[in-house]
């Protein structure tokens, strides 16, 4: 019986000297001691960030092609090849907590992972590609700013870089906004129609309101979410009308109102039954976009066969070599 207490006595103990380096301010590190539950908590949320930043590069990939000058066609490429690298870097960040990038691909891949609900919509137009970096690029820096804080240190150190490259996206996908919103007529209409169809589902990218967060009181608790989710979202609209407003653009909601009291912008209601209905899967793309991601994970087996290969090749070397 006393054998049973003292392990959840000396668990405890630990549990309390974890929550005081979070309290305190200090990062975990891979090796240091951390709850079972922290850790799977932070293998949920970075491996859908992971999935995000790599299955968000097929909206825009879209485009390359059709990309309407050269200048902006390279543009367009860096950032896609920018998102795979963040992809990288956070799949890398996940491994140090235990966890293999092939057993996450599998769970993306046979459709039990979650990745963000906002690349479940469709790049109709060029627009689209000025939208997607302005706001979807423009609401992962507000939301992955906060991150860079984040308790769990590789983390945090992946945020500092991709909040960096994000900054890019962002200035490029306005400058694409702007330019179109000062155009011909036609143009203008493009930019404003693209706003419409990325308004809302942008909003959705802060998940769900707090009361209803399931994920938020631990992750607040264990100093991984600095901010609640919808307070950056809060932060996102105040930033973004401003934006609209010098470039000429019309948020799409009646009841956008500037509460004079707190300087926030008060918005609509957001649709979270089309939020529910996208995250679990029926979103306007979701079948398109796993499939796009099989398509490419089949295609690239030989790059993997190869690579195995290779490494086995230099390794015999590699000994050869030792023992001569
Ligand atoms: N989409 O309890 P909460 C980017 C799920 S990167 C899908 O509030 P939590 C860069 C949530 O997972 C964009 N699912 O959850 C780029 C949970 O489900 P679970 C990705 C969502 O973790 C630009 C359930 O709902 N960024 O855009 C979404 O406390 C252009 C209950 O929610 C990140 O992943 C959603 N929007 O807060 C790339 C940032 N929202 O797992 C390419 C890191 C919620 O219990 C091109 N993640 N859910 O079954 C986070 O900050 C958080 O995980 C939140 C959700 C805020 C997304």
């Known amino acids: 019986m006393e054998q049973q207490q003292t392990p959840s006595a000396v668990e405890q103990a630990m549990l309390a000297e974890f929550e005081r380096r979070i ?10 001691w951390m709850p079972e539950r922290y850790r799977k ?4 949320m970075m491996s859908q960030h992971a ?9 825009e990939g879209n485009w390359i092609t059709r990309a309407p000058s050269l200048r902006r066609k390279l543009g367009l490429l860096a950032k896609v090849q920018d998102e795979a690298g963040h992809g990288l870097y956070i799949y890398c960040g996940t491994e140090t907590l235990g966890v293999g990038r092939d057993e996450l691909l599998d769970q ?15 790049t109709l137009t060029w627009a689209d590609i000025g939208a997607i970096g302005w706001l979807v690029d423009g609401a992962a820096i507000v939301n992955q700013t906060m991150l860079a804080k984040a308790s769990y240190g590789p983390y945090a150190r992946a945020m500092v870089r991709i909040c960096k490259e994000e900054n890019f ?22 930019a404003q129609d693209a ?15 707090d009361k209803d967060s399931p994920n938020s009181a631990e992750l607040t608790k264990w100093g ?45 209601q957001i649709d979270w039954d089309e939020f529910h209905r996208v995250i679990s899967g029926d979103g ?26 290779h490494a086995a090749k230099q390794d015999g070397q590699g000994g050869a070599a030792r023992v001569a």
């Open 23 to 32: 309290a305190a301010g200090e990062t975990v590190e891979p090796k240091d």
């Open 224 to 268: 991984v979410k600095r901010k609640g989710n919808d307070e950056l979202r809060q932060r996102f609209v105040n930033q973004t009308v401003a934006q609209a407003q010098a470039i000429g653009l019309t948020i799409p909601d009646p009841e956008l109102t500037l509460d004079e009291a707190t300087g926030d912008w008060k918005f609509g």
């Open 51 to 59: 999935h995000s930043e790599v299955v968000g590069m097929l909206p």
């Open 195 to 209: 706003l419409d169809r990325w308004w809302w589902p942008s909003l959705m990218m802060f998940g769900p309101s």
């Open 169 to 190: 996206h962002k200035k490029q996908g306005f400058e694409i906004m702007t330019v179109l919103a000062g155009g011909t007529p036609a143009q203008k209409a493009m």
């Open 284 to 309: 306007p793309c979701n079948r398109e976009r796993l499939a796009a991601r099989r398509k490419a994970h089949d295609d690239g087996a030989w790059v993997r066969a190869a690579a195995e290969a």
């Open 41 to 44: 908590q932070l293998v949920r």
């Open 108 to 122: 993306l891949l046979s459709g039990k992972a979650k990745y963000s609900s906002i690349f479940n919509y469709p």
